[in-house]
């Protein structure tokens, strides 16, 4: 309202054409939020039939989510997920945050060089080295339990997370860190109480992208987690599919379940992960 | 330990006095360094580095997982005459022409919620959710989509097409394609927040400018969004076409299992397929090993597209 009566009087376009114009776009970002919310639509919906009311197209049951948990041991898995998701976190804030600082404040002999070589390692996918990499956790006998998977995921995960720890703290003045060293603090002391509170939003975005990446994940939990007890989520889901005996619905409200989680860690922590995908490129 | 050699020099100048005790911080300071790094080295050495190179020696073997026969690097001729292989490859390179789509589109949503139309927040909300889903989950609700009883064939006879019962997923030569439109579906969150906040960069004052100076919407486009965004443009390309070798498999999975036939078995899918199914160990390595160069001249791309940056 404000800007029509502001607009410059050399502006070409009339505001009655700008408005037109504005509809337009309005009606295609419907279309598109339309779109975009078709998974979530066809979940909800879907959920609340029984097989037949499905396959016949109306009706509403609340049997499938019933049913739901003996088809599913959905709460064991949703616990498997979140175990295997704190875990490798965990490990991978642990291990970047100190590498991170190493690399950027620690110039030591061959850094740079090292620095690359493990974000290189970003590039390497799962599926190049997944056969001997499974060969040698089976070895260990790490397919059974946790272990091996999270091992798998924090391994993964470390090279963004160096990248990014590294590049929060070149941005910790090197003055900082020596008055810490003259305080007697030593660099332990430096890096937890300097430098750590420096790179906050670093560690909230590594967690959030990792949470969803992990949580999301098929292919290591299909493989690194062989007992069916220590399943998460995402893969119960898939080997229920992949079964082909198990209801639709019940499959949607499953496939529900196992996405809320993540799109409530999503909705939360929006600007982290907007953060974290367009680091490096945006300053 | 090292370090008492420098310390111990009785009678020194202060100004060597000051030389030696920086070198003995500086010593200090680069035995933290390593020490800190070890952990990270460790990890990723045993569980990405190390298996490369066990890979390498693994593609010339024959091995079902228990035992291992060296065959010699007459592997690889066998494999460059393996018609599966190339028909993965080949199934790869039909999924890239999937890239254009998966930029275009969310290049458009972007432009459009940059107007900052009414609700352009909630807009931009909806776009980003199935990004925090599973793919698994979005295969899923696909497969549905796609079947002959599903979605897609009833909004058919919805206008009027009701002879026209497709089954996307079930045939050899179309399975493919719905592959394809679910994967760029799937990307579409990803990269439209990748140009979003590539517009949020852009300086708002020169496209009012040019609007001024009577530059039509498409000129301003053209001529001053598009360059803006070509960094970020680039970025999601590389990102778009490395998920294309390497993010398909739970679509794949849940979807169609590889098949019908070959039909959307790519390199990664074959990976999985040849060990895990066929206990071709050494195939299989093989294969990850071709897809890790693959990758890896991507990579190479995107690192200096980040570098170049960086400095």
């Known amino acids: 309202m404000n800007t029509l009566t502001a607009s410059p009087p050399t502006r070409l376009r009339s505001p009655r054409r700008r408005r037109v114009t504005r509809g337009v776009i309005f ?36 049997q499938s989510w019933h049913q739901l948990a003996s088809s599913l041991p959905i709460f064991q898995q949703l616990l498997n997920s979140t175990i295997v998701c704190s875990a490798s976190i965990a490990i991978i804030l642990v291990v970047g945050v100190m590498a991170g600082f190493s ?42 339990g946790y272990l091996g998977a999270v091992l798998v995921y924090a391994a993964l995960g470390t090279p963004f997370s160096i990248f990014l720890f590294t590049t929060y703290f070149r941005r910790v003045p090197d003055e900082l860190i020596e008055a810490g060293i003259v305080d007697g603090l ?49 893969v119960g889901l898939a080997a229920l599919a992949a079964g082909r005996t198990t209801s639709i619905p019940q499959l949607m409200a499953g496939s529900l379940v196992s996405a809320l989680p993540a799109m409530l860690v999503y909705l939360g922590f929006q600007r ?9 490129i945006d300053r | 330990m090292s370090t008492s050699s420098t310390v111990t020099v009785p009678n020194a100048t202060p100004r060597a ?43 010339m073997t024959y091995w079902d997982g228990l035992t291992t026969q060296w065959i010699g690097p007459s592997t690889w001729w066998q494999a460059l005459h393996n018609p599966t292989m190339w028909r993965a490859l ?50 899923l609700v696909a497969e549905h989509f796609f079947a002959y009883s599903g979605t897609l064939n009833s909004l058919l006879g919805d ?94 999975f849940v979807m169609t299992g590889g098949g019908p036939g070959y039909a959307t078995t790519t390199m990664e899918f074959l990976v999985y397929q040849t060990g895990f199914n066929q206990s071709q160990f050494g195939t299989a390595a093989l294969y990850g090993l071709i897809l890790f160069l693959i990758t890896a001249v991507v990579g190479i791309v995107q690192l200096r597209l980040i570098g170049a940056n960086d400095s």
């Open chain 1, 27 to 62: 009606i295609a970002m419907v279309v598109m939020a339309i779109v975009m919310l078709y998974p979530f639509a066809v979940m909800l919906f879907t959920s609340f039939k029984t097989e037949n009311q499905y396959l016949a197209g109306h009706g509403t049951s609340t």
């Open chain 1, 103 to 144: 690399f950027a404040k620690l110039q030591f002999r061959f850094a740079n060089l090292i620095f690359l070589a493990m974000v290189s390692a970003m590039m390497v996918p799962l599926q190049a080295i997944l056969i001997p990499e499974y060969v040698n956790v089976a070895r260990f006998g790490l397919t059974n």
């Open chain 1, 186 to 234: 030593g660099y332990w002391g430096v890096l937890w109480r300097l430098a750590l509170p420096m790179a906050l939003p670093a560690i909230a975005t590594v967690t959030v992208l990792q949470f969803i990446q992990i949580w999301d994940d098929l292919l290591v939990g299909l493989l690194f987690l062989q007992n069916p007890a220590e399943r998460p989520i995402t």
């Open chain 1, 272 to 280: 982290f992960l907007v953060r974290g995908l367009t680091l490096g």
């Open chain 2, 17 to 59: 006095t000051r030389r030696a005790s920086t070198s003995l911080l500086t010593k200090r300071r680069r035995r933290v360094g390593v020490v800190l790094t070890i952990p990270a080295f460790v990890l990723v050495g045993l569980l990405i580095v190390w298996p490369i190179l066990q890979a390498v020696y693994y593609s």
């Open chain 2, 90 to 139: 080949e199934n790869n390179a039909l999924l890239l022409l999937a890239v254009p789509f998966a930029l275009a589109i969310p290049l458009a949503v972007a432009v459009m919620l940059h107007q900052r139309v009414a609700g352009w927040k909630v807009f931009r909300s909806i776009y980003f959710l199935p990004t925090a889903i599973s793919w698994v989950v979005i295969g």
């Open chain 2, 159 to 252: 206008v009027g097409i009701s002879n026209a019962h497709t089954d996307l997923l079930g045939s050899e030569s179309t399975a493919l394609i719905a592959l394809g439109i679910t994967f760029i579906f799937s990307m579409i969150g990803t990269n439209t927040m990748l140009f979003l906040t590539g517009l949020a960069t852009l300086d708002t004052s020169l496209e009012e400018a040019a609007r001024i100076d009577g530059a039509s919407a498409w000129r301003i486009f053209r001529h001053i969004t598009l360059p803006h965004l070509s960094r970020f443009i680039q970025l999601a390309f590389v990102m778009t076409i490395i998920s294309a070798f390497s993010a398909l498999f739970s679509l794949i």
